[in-house]
């Protein structure tokens, strides 16, 4: 036997490496975005139960907006998550078995309401603040604070509406942005 080493490839190698890998990999399933209502019981604990059923199959959680509800003891979550597009079912039918969930609706595709709010505060000068009132108007935001140095607004609307306004006063200084997430209510007649 030959003491002296093999050259191979950088090609040879790849695929060496990935026949080692091969077994480790897991298949890779097309990801989708989904907006969930629930109606919760407003209880210790409810929170990290929900959380967990999204961790257990692979969903990311971008969004989390909780609130009370309009029935006493009740909380209304509103969840975006992305992740699995087959884990969705399993996820609605695994968050309706928990016990302080009173229902757990899949939002994507039906008709909803679906709205966001943001604060921005600006650095701007006394000179450009005519500007940034100008940007607002038009976005309908409202001014919910001014100093020398700084105008806050407040604008509502759709998530590529606050994306599109932040991107239009991104040439003035963003100071700090607050944003509360999606919420969600389903249109007419049906269940949020």
């Known amino acids: 036997m030959s003491d002296k080493p093999t ?7 790849n695929a060496r490496q990935e026949a080692v890998d091969a077994p480790q990999l897991t298949q890779t399933m097309p990801n989708c975005k989904a907006t969930i209502g629930l109606l919760v019981n407003d209880q210790p ?6 959380a967990q059923v999204f961790t257990r199959r692979g969903y990311n959680i971008e969004n989390l907006v909780v609130s009370q509800a309009h029935i006493r003891n009740s909380s209304r979550m509103t969840i975006t998550c992305v992740g699995p597009e087959a884990e969705l079912h399993q996820i609605i039918l695994q968050l309706n078995k928990l016990v302080d969930v009173i229902h757990a609706n899949d939002h994507s595709d039906t008709q ?11 650095g701007c ?3 450009e603040r005519t ?8 976005f309908r935001g409202k001014t919910v604070d001014i100093s020398t140095d700084t105008i806050t607004l407040e604008a509502t609307g759709t998530t590529e509406k606050m994306d599109a306004l932040r991107e239009l ?19 007419g007649d049906q269940v949020t």
């Open 7 to 13: 050259d191979f490839s950088e090609t040879e190698l």
């Open 112 to 122: 909803t309401i679906l709205r966001e709010l943001a604060l921005f505060k600006i």
């Open 125 to 127: 000068s006394v000179t």
């Open 45 to 50: 604990g409810v929170l990290v139960r929900v």
């Open 131 to 138: 500007e940034v009132l100008q940007i607002s108007e038009v």
């Open 169 to 187: 006063l991104s040439k003035f200084e963003i100071k700090e942005m607050v944003r509360t997430g999606k919420v969600v209510m389903a249109r």
